[in-house]
């Protein structure tokens, strides 16, 4: 469970699998492939949380509001990022993933989310750094190993005792 001021985050069954990205031709594509290996059901909420975010990423991310915003907590103090949720539908994916083969990955974003209601899907702090992209337990765990396989990074299984060791991703 990720408690926020207003609301909690419910992961099913609190396990996720991680992916972690390396290439970095991997990296500007990673965040889009959602799309390609059916891992995130749509239409689904996004949120892009960043500092340094274009100013055309930015525009597409306006113009693609969510309507009903789940409150997610800060990944970023200082300074006061830009926090975007938005509505995915295979046509806003496909028009990010055009703007991301031109841009750098702060550009894009510095945390990204995904859930519908008050179920997170998708939570990925620090996204780019090397840290895990977590995905919540209710998605098939062949549908994360097929999105992880076309992507070219590991697929592990998340334990909560191996995140002790490094920064805990809330």
């Keep these: 469970m990720v408690r926020t001021s207003k609301a909690i985050i419910s992961f099913h069954d ?19 492939g959602v799309r390609n290996s059916e891992i995130l059901p749509l239409p689904a909420n996004l949120c892009f949380e ?4 274009s100013p055309d990423v930015q525009s597409l991310l306006v113009s693609n509001p969510a309507t009903e915003i789940l ?10 990022p830009s926090v975007f949720h938005v509505r995915a539908t295979e046509t806003f994916l496909d028009q990010l993933a055009a703007l991301a083969e031109h841009h750098a990955e702060p550009e894009m974003c510095d945390h990204f989310h995904a859930y519908n209601g008050l179920q997170g899907l998708m939570q990925w702090y620090d996204a780019f750094s ?37 920064t805990s991703p809330d």
């Design 14 to 32: 609190n396990s996720f699998f991680n992916c972690r990205r390396h290439s970095i031709t991997e990296r500007a594509r990673g965040l889009l």
């Design 50 to 53: 960043g500092t340094g975010i």
């Design 71 to 80: 409150p997610i907590p800060a990944g970023t103090i200082w300074p006061k």
């Design 130 to 166: 090397g840290d895990p992209l977590l995905v919540d337990g209710s998605i098939a765990e062949a549908k994360v190993q097929t999105f992880c396989r076309e992507l070219g990074v590991p697929y592990a299984r998340w334990r909560w005792q191996d995140s002790q060791t490094r």
